[in-house]
Protein backbone atom coordinates (compact mmCIF):
# COMPACT_ATOMS: atom_id res chain seq x y z
CA UNK A 1 0.00 0.00 0.00
CA UNK A 2 1.61 3.66 -1.03
CA UNK A 3 1.19 6.55 1.42
CA UNK A 4 -1.94 7.74 -1.10
CA UNK A 5 -3.45 4.92 -0.23
CA UNK A 6 -3.19 4.47 3.48
CA UNK A 7 -6.44 5.02 5.06
CA UNK A 8 -6.91 7.17 8.13
CA UNK A 9 -9.27 6.58 10.80
CA UNK A 10 -10.99 8.22 13.34
CA UNK A 11 -9.99 8.58 17.05
CA UNK A 12 -10.54 4.72 17.88
CA UNK A 13 -8.22 1.43 17.52
CA UNK A 14 -7.25 0.43 14.40
CA UNK A 15 -7.49 -3.47 15.12
CA UNK A 16 -9.93 -5.29 17.20
CA UNK A 17 -8.25 -5.86 20.49
CA UNK A 18 -9.00 -9.84 22.23
CA UNK A 19 -7.18 -11.00 25.19
CA UNK A 20 -3.69 -9.57 25.79
CA UNK A 21 -2.55 -8.38 22.41
CA UNK A 22 0.99 -7.99 22.40
CA UNK A 23 2.47 -4.23 20.96
CA UNK A 24 5.44 -2.17 20.85
CA UNK A 25 5.02 1.31 22.15
CA UNK A 26 6.90 4.34 22.05
CA UNK A 27 7.38 6.88 24.23
CA UNK A 28 9.47 10.26 23.88
CA UNK A 29 11.85 10.93 27.12
CA UNK A 30 13.82 14.29 28.34
CA UNK A 31 16.04 14.21 25.31
CA UNK A 32 13.58 14.00 22.74
CA UNK A 33 14.55 10.65 21.21
CA UNK A 34 11.57 7.63 21.13
CA UNK A 35 12.01 4.58 23.28
CA UNK A 36 11.07 1.64 22.10
CA UNK A 37 9.23 -0.92 24.41
CA UNK A 38 6.90 -3.71 24.38
CA UNK A 39 3.78 -3.27 25.46
CA UNK A 40 0.63 -5.85 26.34
CA UNK A 41 -2.71 -4.06 25.54
CA UNK A 42 -6.01 -5.47 27.33
CA UNK A 43 -9.10 -5.68 25.41
CA UNK A 44 -12.09 -3.16 26.84
CA UNK A 45 -14.14 -5.51 29.42
CA UNK A 46 -17.13 -3.94 28.04
CA UNK A 47 -18.63 -1.86 24.98
CA UNK A 48 -17.73 1.73 25.71
CA UNK A 49 -14.80 0.85 28.12
CA UNK A 50 -10.78 1.88 26.96
CA UNK A 51 -8.27 -0.49 26.43
CA UNK A 52 -5.67 -1.02 29.76
CA UNK A 53 -2.02 -1.99 30.09
CA UNK A 54 -0.02 -2.58 32.84
CA UNK A 55 3.59 -1.19 33.75
CA UNK A 56 5.92 -2.81 35.86
CA UNK A 57 8.65 -1.05 37.81
CA UNK A 58 9.58 2.62 37.14
CA UNK A 59 10.38 1.77 33.41
CA UNK A 60 11.25 4.42 30.90
CA UNK A 61 7.59 3.52 29.16
CA UNK A 62 6.07 4.37 32.86
CA UNK A 63 8.71 7.54 33.45
CA UNK A 64 7.13 8.81 29.57
CA UNK A 65 3.82 7.98 30.30
CA UNK A 66 3.77 9.74 33.33
CA UNK A 67 5.70 12.69 32.48
CA UNK A 68 4.36 13.29 29.13
CA UNK A 69 1.14 12.06 28.59
CA UNK A 70 1.39 10.00 25.21
CA UNK A 71 3.11 7.43 23.56
CA UNK A 72 2.36 5.41 20.41
CA UNK A 73 0.82 2.15 19.90
CA UNK A 74 2.30 -0.12 17.19
CA UNK A 75 1.49 -3.53 15.64
CA UNK A 76 4.12 -5.27 13.78
CA UNK A 77 5.04 -8.81 13.23
CA UNK A 78 8.49 -8.43 13.27
CA UNK A 79 10.12 -10.13 16.15
CA UNK A 80 13.43 -8.60 15.86
CA UNK A 81 11.96 -5.68 16.72
CA UNK A 82 9.73 -7.03 19.04
CA UNK A 83 12.80 -8.81 20.83
CA UNK A 84 14.75 -5.35 20.97
CA UNK A 85 11.99 -3.74 22.59
CA UNK A 86 11.18 -6.40 25.19
CA UNK A 87 14.56 -6.83 26.34
CA UNK A 88 16.78 -4.95 24.57
CA UNK A 89 17.08 -0.46 24.92
CA UNK A 90 15.90 0.91 21.71
CA UNK A 91 15.57 4.49 20.66
CA UNK A 92 14.37 5.81 17.42
CA UNK A 93 14.38 9.14 16.36
CA UNK A 94 10.82 9.42 14.97
CA UNK A 95 7.87 8.00 16.71
CA UNK A 96 6.36 5.67 14.14
CA UNK A 97 8.69 2.71 13.63
CA UNK A 98 9.12 1.52 10.16
CA UNK A 99 7.89 -1.82 10.41
CA UNK A 100 4.34 -0.78 11.94
CA UNK A 101 1.52 -2.07 10.59
CA UNK A 102 -0.51 0.41 11.80
CA UNK A 103 -0.35 2.45 14.72
CA UNK A 104 -2.56 4.76 17.75
CA UNK A 105 -1.76 7.88 19.66
CA UNK A 106 -2.48 7.15 23.01
CA UNK A 107 -3.46 9.30 26.23
CA UNK A 108 -2.08 7.00 29.53
CA UNK A 109 -4.45 7.35 32.18
CA UNK A 110 -2.85 6.14 35.59
CA UNK A 111 -5.67 4.53 37.08
CA UNK A 112 -4.52 2.04 40.01
CA UNK A 113 -1.16 1.08 41.36
CA UNK A 114 0.38 -1.99 43.56
CA UNK A 115 3.53 -3.74 44.29
CA UNK A 116 3.47 -7.49 43.42
CA UNK A 117 6.64 -9.48 45.18
CA UNK A 118 8.47 -6.70 45.52
CA UNK A 119 7.76 -4.90 42.24
CA UNK A 120 5.61 -1.75 42.04
CA UNK A 121 3.40 -1.69 39.12
CA UNK A 122 0.69 0.80 37.24
CA UNK A 123 -2.61 0.00 35.18
CA UNK A 124 -3.14 2.78 32.58
CA UNK A 125 -6.11 3.16 30.65
CA UNK A 126 -5.40 3.95 27.17
CA UNK A 127 -7.69 6.49 25.09
CA UNK A 128 -6.94 6.41 21.42
CA UNK A 129 -6.75 9.47 19.84
CA UNK A 130 -5.36 9.36 16.46
CA UNK A 131 -4.29 5.94 14.93
CA UNK A 132 -3.55 5.08 10.97
CA UNK A 133 -3.09 1.71 9.32
CA UNK A 134 0.12 1.53 6.82
CA UNK A 135 -0.16 -1.67 5.42
CA UNK A 136 -2.72 -4.52 4.83
CA UNK A 137 -1.53 -7.92 4.51
CA UNK A 138 -3.11 -11.27 4.19
CA UNK A 139 -2.05 -13.04 7.92
CA UNK A 140 -0.11 -15.74 8.05
CA UNK A 141 1.06 -17.18 11.52
CA UNK A 142 3.95 -19.68 12.56
CA UNK A 143 4.37 -21.38 16.32
CA UNK A 144 7.75 -20.09 15.77
CA UNK A 145 6.51 -16.21 16.42
CA UNK A 146 4.39 -17.62 19.20
CA UNK A 147 7.58 -19.07 20.83
CA UNK A 148 9.46 -15.86 20.36
CA UNK A 149 7.07 -13.50 22.09
CA UNK A 150 6.95 -16.32 24.85
CA UNK A 151 10.28 -16.52 25.68
CA UNK A 152 10.84 -12.78 25.96
CA UNK A 153 8.00 -12.79 28.67
CA UNK A 154 10.13 -15.79 30.49
CA UNK A 155 13.50 -13.48 29.42
CA UNK A 156 12.12 -10.71 31.01
CA UNK A 157 11.35 -11.90 34.54
CA UNK A 158 14.65 -13.98 34.82
CA UNK A 159 16.07 -12.77 38.48
CA UNK A 160 12.84 -10.92 39.68
CA UNK A 161 11.97 -11.81 43.25
CA UNK A 162 9.12 -13.99 43.12
CA UNK A 163 9.85 -16.11 40.03
CA UNK A 164 12.25 -18.99 39.83
CA UNK A 165 14.98 -18.14 37.40
CA UNK A 166 16.08 -21.89 36.70
CA UNK A 167 12.53 -22.91 35.82
CA UNK A 168 12.33 -19.92 33.39
CA UNK A 169 15.29 -20.50 31.57
CA UNK A 170 13.92 -23.97 31.06
CA UNK A 171 11.10 -22.51 29.74
CA UNK A 172 13.28 -20.48 26.93
CA UNK A 173 15.19 -23.44 26.37
CA UNK A 174 11.71 -25.24 25.15
CA UNK A 175 10.87 -21.86 23.08
CA UNK A 176 13.85 -22.48 21.41
CA UNK A 177 13.23 -26.10 20.38
CA UNK A 178 9.78 -24.46 19.02
CA UNK A 179 11.70 -21.94 17.35
CA UNK A 180 13.65 -23.96 15.49
CA UNK A 181 11.19 -26.61 14.64
CA UNK A 182 8.53 -24.19 13.61
CA UNK A 183 9.95 -20.79 12.74
CA UNK A 184 11.53 -19.13 9.61
CA UNK A 185 15.08 -16.91 9.03
CA UNK A 186 13.29 -14.08 11.50
CA UNK A 187 12.13 -15.75 13.91
CA UNK A 188 15.58 -17.66 14.02
CA UNK A 189 17.43 -14.79 14.74
CA UNK A 190 14.83 -12.79 16.88
CA UNK A 191 16.13 -15.89 18.94
CA UNK A 192 19.33 -15.60 18.88
CA UNK A 193 19.11 -12.22 19.59
CA UNK A 194 17.09 -13.28 22.91
CA UNK A 195 20.25 -15.19 23.96
CA UNK A 196 22.57 -12.38 23.00
CA UNK A 197 20.25 -9.74 25.31
CA UNK A 198 19.94 -12.00 28.75
CA UNK A 199 23.81 -12.60 28.60
CA UNK A 200 24.76 -9.08 28.65
Aim: hydrophobic share 40%; aromatic share 8%; net charge negative.
Amino acid sequence: MTVAERERLPSDWPADLVGVTETVVTTQGPGGAWNVAALGIHAPGSEGTHPTARTWGQTRTWQNFDERGQGYVQFTTDPVVFVEAALGILEREQPVLPEAAAWVRVEPRAEVSGTEDGTRWTDWRLLAQESEVLSRAIPTFNRGYAAVVEATVAASRLDVPGYDSDRLRDRIEYFEEVCDRCGGPAERAAFERVFDLIEQ
